[in-house]
T-cell receptor
């Protein structure tokens, strides 16, 4: 398997624009996570899905953030409108829930810069 | 409340020495997993090792071992014979999960320890 695939790797956008980040999880994994990493706040869990259903979105910072998982092989994280404070690295990760292998595997991340 | 605490923001270690990175956690759930990840300067998150709360023995993966002390709620990572390539950020994480098929949480991460291996 190719692992978790995120796109784009880098995104530079102007304040107020819509940004869409994409993620393809590892085939067969039933959990998908979106994390945000900043120097100030570390790694924050934004939202996660189980079998394509959002389970906990309490980490989504504002209504400007939304996430979808229309099928088992694709998820998006959208920011509309974007603001400079949204600049961060956004990671997607996927996992199983199994006592012998519940670790999450991360994509390469999307480095978002909002100017 | 902070669930994962890593008290060492940074560490300098001589090459070939053993390293212990500290991690304490807080949970009232009897079923959980503890994880360590490595993040080199290139930015990717690399899974290193996992310990389940019901595991009787400490987990080991090559040069990595997890010193699991359940009563103290600690899950320290030990790296034996450190190498220059071990220089990176190291994150401890926890996941509360009933392995019998119930719903699991996401992974909660600590703030990390920046490890620098010196030649």
């Amino acid at each position: 398997d190719a692992g978790v695939i995120q796109s784009p790797r880098h995104e530079v956008t102007e304040m107020g624009q819509e940004v869409t980040l994409r993620c393809k999880p590892i085939s067969g994994h039933d959990y998908l996570f979106w994390y945000r990493q900043t120097m100030m706040r570390g790694l924050e869990l934004l939202i996660y899905f189980n079998n394509n259903v959002p389970i906990d979105d309490s980490g989504m910072p504002e209504d400007r953030f939304s996430a979808k998982m229309p099928n088992a092989s694709f998820s998006t994280l959208k920011i509309q409108p974007s603001e400079p404070r949204d600049s961060a690295v956004y990671f997607c990760a996927s996992s199983l829930v199994h006592p012998e292998g519940p670790e999450a595997f991360f994509g390469q991340g999307t480095r978002l810069t909002v100017v | 409340a902070q669930k994962i605490t890593q008290t060492q923001p940074g560490m300098f270690v001589q090459e070939k020495e053993a390293v212990t990175l500290d991690c304490t956690y807080d949970t009232s759930d009897p079923s959980y997993g503890l994880f360590w990840y490595k993040q080199p300067s290139s930015g990717e998150m690399i899974f290193l090792i996992y310990q389940g709360s019901y595991d009787q023995q400490n987990a080991t993966e090559g040069r990595y071992s997890l010193n699991f002390q359940k009563a103290r709620k600690s899950a320290n990572l030990v790296i034996s014979a450190s190498q220059l390539g071990d220089s990176a950020m190291y994150f401890c994480a926890m996941r509360e999960a009933p392995w019998d098929g119930g719903g699991a949480d996401g992974l909660t991460f600590g703030k990390g320890t920046h490890l620098i291996i010196q030649p």
